[in-house]
């Protein structure tokens, strides 16, 4: 297969849209990536759709991820990307009626899987029982799965393949995508796409954060190996 991970650069800080965060993606507009996000908490919704007006005109895919555990507050994260003009709903836990509204609105939706708590978030639960959680999803509706695989209390690695290799729907390994080492196993499970954004403002890939999202993107198109 010759698709490469598709890269979504979050502009967020444990699980929070950071308040330059237009600043940021300005100075970035310019590298290869195509996905862009951020979270739905700390900025105001005029700013929010601001910084998604901003990637939109740049040419961007954009992502809302709404770090939500209850159906209410899920479909209010859906309204609020739809009002966005953004192209991806994720997170949130599934609810069929956040489902039947991103449907409705043309809102790919890859809601969260796995038992949820706190910010940043932490998943636990049994690997079967996110694979069966992930696949119900799918059937339900959803576009395909928010992965938090690095959150997860147990063995990462086995959750992240079971899910990857079980699910016929693009998978996205969000959160903790934080060295070259797991740039290596994203690149073995090849899922769909993966978030990095609290790792960009620690500096973990380079120095300046245009430079950083330009080292990603050549490890991932060049298949590197671990440095």
């Known amino acids: 297969m010759n698709r490469k ?12 849209t950071v308040d330059n965060a237009r600043t940021v993606f300005e100075s970035c507009k310019d590298t290869g990536a195509l996905y862009w996000g951020a979270k739905e908490k700390n900025l105001t919704h005029l700013e929010l759709m601001n910084l998604f007006a901003c ?37 949130t836990v599934f609810g069929d009626s956040i489902s039947s509204f991103c449907q409705d609105h043309g809102l790919k939706y890859m809601p969260f899987v796995g038992q949820l708590r706190g910010r940043p978030s932490i998943m636990e639960g049994t690997v079967d029982e996110i694979v069966d959680e992930a696949r119900s999803n799918i059937e339900k509706g959803a576009f395909g799965v928010d992965l938090l695989g690095y959150r ?3 063995n990462s690695q086995k959750l992240n393949r079971r899910v990857v290799e079980a699910v016929d729907a693009p998978v996205c390994i969000a959160g903790s995508v934080d060295s070259y080492e797991r740039l290596d196993e994203i690149l073995e499970l090849n899922p769909w796409a993966f978030t990095i954004g609290s790792a960009f403002f620690e500096n973990r ?13 050549s ?6 190996t671990s440095r």
């Open 205 to 217: 890939f380079g120095l300046e954060f245009p430079e950083q999202i330009e080292n990603v993107l």
């Open 152 to 154: 997860f209390v147990g």
């Open 219 to 224: 490890y991932i198109n060049g298949s590197g």
């Open 55 to 91: 990637m939109k005109e740049n040419g961007k895919k954009t992502v809302l991820e709404a770090v939500t555990y209850n159906e209410a507050t899920g479909l209010d994260a859906a309204k609020l990307a739809v009002k966005c003009g953004c192209d991806m709903l994720m997170g």
């Open 5 to 16: 991970p598709e890269l979504i650069v979050m502009l967020t800080h444990d699980d929070y």
